[in-house]
């Protein structure tokens, strides 16, 4: 999407250079969807246990139409419609809302699903797990739910020496990880766990979703020729928050996350030439439409589109969502 503009029309040389993929993975566009559609069909209020995914807009936006984000399955009245947020759930939250006779809808993405499905195989297997992950994270706390007395969370290289001991002696050993993570400090992680255990085995396939590395992948592309890269998405966005340090790393000499065009400082622009934008995994296009039309304000008009990959990944709604076949 190289912008028409000559160079005498556009003789500010300001450029914005946009990553692509960004933005909505495959699996909030479902989470997302799958709360819309529940109001559709039940009609409000439809209870959502936690946010249904990490964005501002879409939880503002989704309340707007009559979604109740609670933190609890026990926070909804006996008997209600509940959807459970897109990083998964633990057994123990589907009991819960079991006792309360919940009309429960999973709108877990189905790659955190098959992390739980792994969590529950090797625990079967007789593995130790060593999950690596955020401590706090709705995504950590559901997947380790799945084997509590097996999964062992290591949070950065400083969570490589916290392991309990006992595991030193563990034949069977396994590491598997959050969806989210940066792909380079896992790796890091992954190789000092090795050195502390040799016998550490390797998970059958990535956890790191494709969304996730697609998205860093991006912002690595286009770091080093960006003066400031502005990430869109919020705070307690996982893979947003990895998309900053990612392009700090990878060569651009700043980078901030906003959730809106007008967190924008104007002195971020001091003596910048080229803005780099993307957005996490939760964020509407709609945001990053924003900080561009933000941008051209202070002249940047030429905007280029730097496409690594393409997606073409869409995961089917919960089944009791979708259309009955006729
Ligand atoms: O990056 P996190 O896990 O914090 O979540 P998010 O809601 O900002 O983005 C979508 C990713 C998930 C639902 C986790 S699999
Ligand atoms: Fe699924 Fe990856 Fe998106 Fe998480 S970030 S919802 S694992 S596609």
Not at 58 to 71: C, P, R, W
Not at 195 to 217: E, F
Not at 264 to 269: G, R, S
Request: charge should be negative; include cysteine.
């Amino acid at each position: 999407m190289s912008s028409p503009l000559t160079h005498s029309e556009n003789e500010t040389g300001k450029k914005i250079l946009l990553a692509a993929p960004r933005g909505y993975c495959a699996g909030v566009d479902r989470a997302v969807e799958t709360v819309e559609r529940a109001l559709e069909q039940y009609g409000a209020p439809v209870y959502v246990r936690k946010e249904i995914v990490h964005n501002r807009y879409v939880v503002d936006t989704l309340a707007e139409k009559g979604a109740i984000f609670v933190n609890e399955a026990s926070d909804a009245p006996e008997g209600a419609h509940m959807v459970f947020s897109a990083h998964g759930v633990s057994p123990a939250v589907h009991a819960e809302a079991a006792a309360k006779n919940l009309k429960a809808i999973d709108a877990a993405c189905p790659l955190v699903t098959k992390v739980h499905n792994e969590v529950r195989r090797f625990d079967k297997q007789g593995f130790q797990i060593l999950f690596i992950g955020h401590e706090g994270h709705e995504e950590v706390e559901g997947t380790m739910g799945h084997s509590p007395e097996k999964t062992h969370l290591v949070d950065g290289l400083a969570g490589v020496e916290k392991l309990p001991a006992f595991l030193a002696d563990e034949p069977n050993l396994m590491w598997l990880s959050q969806t989210t993570l940066s792909v380079d400090e896992t790796m890091e992680i992954v190789r000092a766990l090795k050195v502390r255990y040799p016998q550490l085995q390797d998970p059958p396939s990535d956890d790191i979703c494709y969304a996730t590395q697609n998205r860093q992948v991006a912002v690595k592309a286009i770091a080093e020729a960006c003066e400031l890269m502005i990430v869109v998405g919020s705070k307690n966005s996982s893979n947003s928050v990895r998309l900053v340090e990612v392009a700090r790393q990878s060569g651009a000499d700043a980078a901030h996350l906003v959730d809106f065009a007008r967190e924008i400082d104007p002195a971020w622009l001091d003596g910048v030439t080229t803005v780099g934008i993307s957005s996490g995994a939760s964020v509407p296009e709609i945001l990053v439409q924003g900080v561009v039309e933000r941008l051209s304000e202070f002249g940047f008009n030429d905007v280029e589109e730097v496409t690594s990959a393409a997606e073409k990944i869409v995961f089917a709604l919960p089944r009791v969502l979708r259309p009955a076949r006729t």
